[in-house]
Each structure stands twice: as structure tokens, then as C-alpha cells.
């Protein structure tokens, strides 16, 4: 219990850090990502309105029908183009990447690829 105790506290300082370099609005929104060992998923948030603009993930029936698993880098790459496009239709160029304490490499880092080559600005 001890350790996973230190493991979360340590997950939280590091996410305490990255955030407070971060506050979306709504020229340029926070893309926040959580990754757990099955499912992959982001949302958009304007901090100043306190309001989630949009979110996809692999649980959403559009995805969940092209993956085999949610938890891979692939599923990853997958909502990351699913949200360059419901970034176009709602208007949203730019956005501000925050990782949480998760670090830029693997699934993190194939989904912030796919999202740029989508068209996808941060």
C-alpha cells in the first residue's frame, strides 16, 4: 500500500507541473489525455469557460469498430485523427498538448503525430 501511495503522489506532482504551465481558452483549448491499460481518450477544454468543448476516446462506436484493442499505440494514432477533424468542425486550429504526468513516448506520442498530421495545430 506504501508504494502505490508514493507511485501516486509522484504521478500528481508531475501532473500538478505540467498543468500549471497550461491554461486553455478558447482561441487555444487544453487537450488533455488520460491513458489507462485498455482504453486511450482526450477532450478539449476551454479552462476560462470551465467547459468541455469535445472528447473522443476508443470507447466511442466509431472507434471501438475499427480496433481490435484500445490500449495501443494504433487505437492511439486513431483518436488522434478522430480529434483533428472534430477540432476542424468545431473551429479549433490551435490547442495546448497536456500529457499529464503520462510521458511523451508510445501511445502519447503516436496520438500528438496523428493529431499533426491531421491537421491538428499545438
Known amino acids: ?3 502505490n501511495k508514493k507511485l501516486q503522489s509522484k504521478r500528481l506532482r508531475r ?3 505540467v498543468r500549471n504551465k497550461l ?3 478558447a482561441d487555444q483549448p487544453r487537450l488533455c489525455i488520460q491513458r489507462t ?3 486511450f481518450a482526450c477532450q478539449v477544454v476551454d479552462d476560462q469557460a ?3 468543448i469535445f472528447s473522443a476516446s476508443t470507447r466511442d462506436k466509431t472507434v471501438r469498430d475499427q480496433v481490435k484493442a484500445g490500449g495501443n499505440c494504433d487505437a492511439a494514432a486513431l483518436v488522434g485523427k478522430l480529434v483533428a477533424e472534430k477540432a ?9 498538448l497536456d500529457r499529464g504526468h503520462n510521458k511523451y513516448h508510445g501511445r502519447v506520442k503516436a496520438f500528438a503525430d496523428a493529431a499533426r498530421e491531421a491537421g491538428l495545430q499545438f
Do not use: F, P, Q
Not at 88 to 96: P, R
Open 1 to 3: 500500500m506504501d508504494k
Open 15 to 17: 501532473r500538478r507541473h
Open 23 to 25: 491554461r486553455g481558452s
Open 37 to 39: 491499460l485498455k482504453h
Open 50 to 52: 470551465g467547459k468541455t
Open 88 to 96: 476542424a468542425e468545431a473551429g479549433v486550429k490551435t490547442v495546448k
